[in-house]
């Protein structure tokens, strides 16, 4: 371990007081995973004192109500619709407020899950080559149950490389070719690649695919697992079936909890059983989902969203600063959209010192904790992070380990 994470491994700054109000960027823990430096890419989101003591104080005041009461059941309700008031008033555009109906479940899959189910019966279901592999899981699960036939949409890792333009049409291309024996297909498509963090233009492609079919023909589920709230507010939700993400990464709600956002959806269309809609789910409530959905999205409007991501745009600048002469961004010159999630592989002249497990090994070992990836298999990448709860400090300790990583 070098001496510099030896020395903020074992600081203690987590809230200034356990109840205080929020004020400023002393809310957040500056190591939140015990002895690791926490880059990973919020699969998770750390636990913030401050949410999980107000998350606590309105289970409990749901307790005292007694569930199950009407002013339990009132209080439930109330606080969802603070999250859909929130959620409207931090990430979506003026456009999509006013026609657009916002669910919560249990999980970022189970809305995909839900999403799917909602595009009726396609013969195919299409998966971006920007997906997470959980999002792949879920649609095994789901051709499995419809019947549809699975198309994985396939980029070789060099085409990250490649100027955007390039790539669309390679997108563009792909899904038309998919689409020629099926009358009916669903999309799935995020809009930041998980592994890079580039921004999809997914506006953009959403006409392009419009242009030689309809929307009867080829129903759009958008995936902003990785988009709300990390530098960017989701974009397409007009255009799309249904717009998906998770509160439980950058919006740094504690109970993983999925997002679907509806844009003028049916007035008959089927709710979910487990979903948070206008009313109360049909099974059994997870209070402290809800209640920690709603303390991260107080923080997040008393904080600034604008002026945390500020602080993590600075800390990716920083990054990058000390970082660029040894390393190459993934998908830098490619003319797309960036956020606060990157990933980078050694420029050509260097080579790791690792095989890719070892490298993995190796960062835990010196408490930096990044997603090592093996998309390529001639040389790793690996995903950083830059959430608003780190600071330059740690970034230094992150490329201080990094270039003893390198031959």
């Known amino acids: 371990m070098t001496r510099a994470a030896r020395q903020i491994v074992h600081r203690d700054n987590v809230l200034l007081t356990e109840h205080a109000e929020p004020d400023g960027m002393d809310v957040f823990a500056p190591v939140t995973n015990g002895d690791k430096l926490n880059f990973y890419g919020l699969a998770v989101a750390p636990e913030i004192r401050w949410i999980r003591n107000s998350t606590n104080q309105l289970v409990q005041l749901y307790q005292d109500y007694v569930p199950g009461s009407a002013r339990a059941i009132g209080l439930l309700l109330q606080l969802a619709e603070e999250c859909r008031a929130l959620i409207k008033e931090l990430f979506l555009g003026f456009g999509d407020r006013e026609n657009c109906r916002i669910e919560f479940v249990g999980g970022t899959s189970r809305a995909v899950e839900v999403a799917l189910a909602r595009t009726g019966r396609p013969r195919k279901v299409i998966i971006s080559p920007f997906e997470h592999p959980s999002v792949m899981e879920v649609a095994k699960w789901f051709v499995a149950v419809s019947g549809a036939e699975l198309c994985p949409l396939r980029v070789a890792p060099q085409d990250h490389f490649r100027r955007w333009p390039e790539q669309e049409d390679a997108l563009v291309a ?90 003028n959806p049916p007035s008959d269309e089927l709710v979910p059983y487990d979903a948070w809609n206008s009313a109360l ?22 904080l600034d969203m604008e002026r945390l991501w500020e602080h993590s745009r600075q800390l990716r600048r920083r990054f990058i600063d000390r970082t660029q002469s040894l390393f190459r961004v993934v998908g830098e010159g490619s003319g797309m959209g960036t956020t606060l999630l990157l990933a980078i592989c050694p420029r050509s002249e260097r080579r790791w010192k690792f095989a890719a497990s070892e490298l993995s090994a190796y960062l835990q070992n010196n408490s930096v904790h990044a997603l090592v990836m093996s998309i390529d298999p001639e040389v790793a990448w690996i995903r950083v992070a830059f959430p608003c709860f780190i600071d330059f400090e740690h970034v230094d300790v992150l490329c201080d380990v990094l270039e003893t990583t390198l031959n």
């Open 174 to 263: 792909q899904v038309a070719e998919a689409l020629k024996d099926a009358e009916t297909a669903t999309l799935v498509l995020s809009e930041v690649n998980y592994a890079t963090g580039v921004v999809i233009p997914v506006e953009q492609v959403i006409d392009r695919l419009y242009r030689f079919t309809s929307r009867s023909a080829l129903k759009i589920v958008l995936d902003g697992a990785h988009a709300a709230g990390n530098n960017q507010n989701p974009k397409g939700i007009g255009k799309c079936s249904s717009y998906v993400f998770s509160a439980h990464k950058w919006l740094l709600a504690p109970e993983p909890c999925g997002v679907i956002v509806s844009f």
């Open 281 to 302: 789910p049909a099974t059994t409530v997870n209070v402290h989902m809800l209640a920690g959905l709603v303390s991260s999205l107080r923080l997040l409007k008393k």
